[in-house]
């Protein structure tokens, strides 16, 4: 039986290391550093950074190609010390650490944040839908993009409430929000449509004549300036910050090695563009979340939110989805959107809507002795009779992935709730009292 899951170790094929030769500290020569090259950017051996990039793009021509050039790119870098050889083990190790981020942001202008949730997206997707794509039929692909992205921001809250991480990464829901639950913005990155738009973009060089990748790699001609070609992004962007550099993977040391000339060629102003470097050696950005430790632990603990009595309507009938009438509340006092049915605010918060349709038409069906799994088997065959299926899987089966998910669902929100209100009495008010509104609550 699935479960709704991009735990790591449960969905990631195991690493399988690259096996080395028996004298590493050799230093290679040019075929032998081809081979080892070919064999890292091969997209059918699991563990290779060609394997995951193919995984991603789905083109394995264009990830082998992409994924040899970033090879090359590292190895430049690496060479410019004069101290360093290359030896077995010091190519296997750079050939190990190739940035699949860095490769999709300089090919397609991806930014890390969507490339890191896309990742954990396409994995879960294959998991949930299988190899022929037919799994879990229930759950559109914006459904898992939105589960998994929920479920990364949980494990990160998780992590900083614990003291393991000092900031939060918010990935971004399908449409492009912030999982922050304290900030109702678009991210820059986009969601689940940009992301889509990186495979267009892939089968398209798919079509396009790559290099033989049997030529062997020419280690003493490539002494290019690698901090030059990285900068080379910049040309002509303008607005250049922290934020920009980090994301495009441009270090401190890069723009220290060029020239002001060199800056002002290249459209830049050197002054501005040294002093957003400067700031990467800063501490990253703050914690949007903060945890107040003398902030309430439960909703219970709260006051409710104020709702008139077509939002508390609509709570009580949420309540036979979710089961947890506190909860739907403050779910009901955050929804601005103009439909009130409890199918569509529940969606609206990343609950897949065949499963709360499912659950809404179960709860009127009379039981008649029957069982909680033959209603809800009934209630999916109703709605998927329609011209227009819109029911769940029918069955134990399916009756136990709508509890699962409504599991999930309840810790997840109560989460993000709890930790809005407690981050907002810290960060926006510190020393006043919140003033009491009609949607304090913003969930997204």
Avoid at 404 to 426: D, H, N, P, S, Y
Avoid at 434 to 444: G, K, M, N, R, T
């Amino acid at each position: 039986m699935h479960v709704y899951t991009t735990d790591r170790g449960a969905v990631t094929a195991a690493h399988t290391p690259m096996p080395t030769d028996t004298n590493d500290d050799t230093p290679v020569g040019e075929l032998e550093f081809d081979r080892i090259v070919s064999r890292w950017s091969n997209p059918k051996i699991a563990g290779t950074p060609a394997w995951r990039l193919n995984g991603m793009i789905h083109q394995p021509d264009v990830a082998s190609e992409l994924v040899r050039t970033a090879i090359t790119v590292k190895t430049v870098e690496a060479l410019r010390d004069p101290s360093k050889t290359l030896t077995r083990r010091y190519a296997h190790y750079l050939c190990s650490r190739v940035s699949i981020e860095k490769i999709l942001n300089d090919q397609y202008g991806m930014a890390p944040t969507l490339v890191r949730q896309a990742s954990k997206y396409e994995t879960l997707r294959l998991k949930l839908r299988g190899g022929d794509g037919r799994g879990h039929r229930e759950l559109t692909d914006e459904d898992i993009w939105d589960i998994a992205a929920r479920e990364e921001a949980d494990r990160q809250m998780a992590a900083y409430a614990r003291g393991e991480r000092k900031w939060m990464r918010w990935p971004p829901l399908h449409d492009g929000m912030s999982t922050n639950p304290a900030a109702h913005r678009r991210l820059k990155c986009g969601g689940l449509d940009r992301w889509r738009e990186l495979t267009q973009a892939a089968a398209l060089d798919g079509n396009r004549p790559h290099r033989n990748i049997d030529d062997g790699l020419q280690i003493g001609d490539m002494r290019v300036d690698v901090a030059d070609e990285a900068l080379g992004l910049v040309d002509g962007s303008g607005g250049i910050d922290r934020q920009w550099l980090a994301d495009h993977h441009i270090t401190s040391s890069m723009i220290n090695e060029l020239s002001d000339e060199r800056l002002l060629a290249m459209g830049l102003d050197p002054q501005e563009l040294r002093a957003a470097a400067a700031s990467l050696d800063a501490s990253d950005a703050t914690v949007a979340c903060p945890v107040d430790a003398s902030a309430p632990r439960r909703l219970e603990d709260l006051p409710l939110p104020p709702l008139d009595a077509k939002h508390r309507r609509a709570a009580e009938r949420m309540g036979d989805v979710v089961d947890d009438p506190v909860l739907c509340l403050w779910l009901v006092a955050g929804y601005h959107g103009r439909a009130l049915q409890p199918d569509a605010v529940l969606s609206h918060y990343g609950f897949p809507v065949r499963l709360a349709r499912t659950a809404l038409r179960a709860k009127r069906l009379p039981m008649d002795g029957k069982t909680v799994v033959d209603v809800w088997s009934e209630a999916c065959g109703q709605l998927n009779a329609l011209a227009r299926p819109r029911g769940a899987t029918p069955g134990p089966a399916g009756y136990a992935e709508f509890q699962r998910t409504v599991e999930r669902f309840r810790v997840q929100m109560r989460t993000q709730i709890m930790c809005r209100l407690t981050g907002r009495r810290k960060v926006a008010h510190p020393t006043q009292p919140q003033p009491a509104a009609p949607h304090p609550v913003e969930c997204h």
